[in-house]
């Protein structure tokens, strides 16, 4: 049924629940000099292409593909649309490789049609860290789907982590694949109800008018925990302490350190909010929430063209209840202009998922290891990990 994924070093659905298979990598590393050193062969008419993401003209031919081709809902009415800024900013890491951006172009026309990107991490399973790649924005050009360049593209890439002597990877996927670590649902907090019932994001509840909807989602004007503030550039030290202190209790999640955090947390313009509470009195820092920008395209509709999405990050709550920093975090996104503020059933975020008023998408979102088997599949909540 798969046949790409049953040649590849990732768990099979005939193996699920063998308790015979041992966690831990599926196969050994090879000796670099065994890793095929020139790149796969694609049809003639292409050829691979390193997207240097430093280069605006290059970004804009990212930007573009993704924007007319990558990621839709199943009813094909929204499509992500990252923005130039964040796929800099998500691509360009601590360490990042600019060889594992890879594209691919047609030779007669050197136009750019389809892309894959890893960026280095280090993610933990259990006890073990463990040196990866993070695979996103794997994109094939609608008018060029299904004739494999998908597994061409995810074996080159491959190739090319292989060749940093890096043997495993993480990735997310609105698609079932063998096999899932876990399976997450998009959870959906209204901020701007009238607007996402104009553009079929969601419907009127039954029995409920449109005031009373408004009614139902307003939220308080400012933020109401004292010492909520932005995140500035000398709090990274401590919103690294806060943030490895608690992902220590998921399953898989990521290893942070300072570096990681100042890239990954630090706010950004339009691409990542991050918040803290700083005591008033202790000036400690307690608690920690962040949100990234991912707009949709909106297919086909009069009156709007963009939905402005904020998709919830890592949370660190301390002292103040997590209730309360995701309420402060709403409101910020309120304010800023967000239409909604998008949660997944990670870490802790189903106990303020219902209570907050978010409500379950049609969504879901698939967590996958490459090449590293986990013995059995983890709850939503013993994960720890936010891809973009
Ligand atoms: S997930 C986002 C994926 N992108 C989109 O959904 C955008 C819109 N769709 C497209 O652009 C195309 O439909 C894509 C497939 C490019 C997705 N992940 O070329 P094909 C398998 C993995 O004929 P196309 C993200 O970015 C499919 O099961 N495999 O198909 C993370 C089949 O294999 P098999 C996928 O539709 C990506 C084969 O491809 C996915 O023209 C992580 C068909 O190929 C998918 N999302 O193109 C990639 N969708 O026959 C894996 C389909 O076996 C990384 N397929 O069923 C693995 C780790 C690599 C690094 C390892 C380092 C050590
Ligand atoms: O956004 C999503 N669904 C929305 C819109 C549905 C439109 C019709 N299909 C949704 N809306 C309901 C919201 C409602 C608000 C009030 C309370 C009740 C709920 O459900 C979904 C997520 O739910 N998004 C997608 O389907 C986009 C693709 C998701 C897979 C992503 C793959 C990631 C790529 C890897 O990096």
Redesign the pocket.
């Known amino acids: ?6 040649t ?1 070093p ?1 768990g099979q659905f005939k193996d699920l629940g063998d308790p015979s298979l041992p966690e831990g990598p599926i196969e050994p590393p090879t000796p670099l000099s065994d890793v095929k050193p020139e790149p796969y062969n694609l049809p003639s008419q292409y050829e691979w292409t390193t997207c240097d993401m430093d280069d605006e003209q290059t970004c804009v031919e990212v930007y573009s593909l993704l924007t007319n ?4 809902d199943d009813e094909n009415m929204f499509r992500f649309n990252y923005s130039k800024e964040f796929l800099r900013w998500a691509l360009r890491p601590p360490g990042y490789y600019k060889a594992w951006h890879i594209g691919v172009r047609v030779k007669a026309s050197n136009k750019l049609v ?1 892309f ?1 990107t ?1 960026v280095p991490a280090r993610i933990r399973v259990r006890d073990v860290i463990i040196r ?2 993070e ?8 008018k ?8 061409v ?2 074996k080159e ?2 190739r090319r ?2 060749l940093e002597n ?4 993480a ?5 079932i ?1 063998p096999t899932p670590i876990t399976t997450c649902r998009y959870w959906h907090r209204s901020l701007n109800p009238k607007k996402l019932i104009d553009i079929g994001f969601s419907k009127l509840g039954a029995r409920m008018t449109m005031s009373r909807t408004i009614r139902l989602y307003k939220l308080p004007e400012s933020t109401v925990t004292p010492g909520f503030r932005k995140m500035e550039l000398r709090d990274v030290p401590a919103v690294t302490r806060l943030l490895r202190q608690y992902l220590s209790q998921f399953i898989v999640a990521p290893d942070f350190d300072e570096n990681d955090v100042e890239h990954w947390l630090l706010p950004l313009e339009n691409v990542m909010d991050s918040y803290l509470v700083e005591s008033p009195e202790t000036h400690e820092i307690t608690d920690f929430c962040s949100f990234y920008t991912l707009p949709s395209s909106i297919l086909n509709n009069q009156n709007y063209s963009v939905l402005k999405a904020a998709y919830s990050y890592y949370t660190v709550s301390m002292k103040t209840p997590l209730l309360q920093l995701m309420n402060d975090a709403l409101i910020t996104a309120k304010q800023k202009d967000y239409d909604v503020f998008n949660a997944l059933d990670v870490m802790h975020n189903e106990s303020f998922l219902k209570e907050l008023k978010f409500g379950p998408g049609d969504g879901q979102l698939h967590y ?1 290891l ?2 590293y088997r986990v013995r059995n599949a983890l709850k939503p909540s013993e994960l720890g990990v936010v891809l973009l």
């Open positions: 049924r798969h046949r790409f994924w049953e590849q990732v081709n990558y990621v839709e389809a894959i890893g990866m790649a695979i996103n924005f794997l994109c094939v050009h609608k060029l789907r299904s004739k494999r360049l998908a597994p593209m995810i890439v491959t982590v292989h890096i043997w495993q990877a990735y997310t996927a609105g698609v694949l996958y490459y090449n």
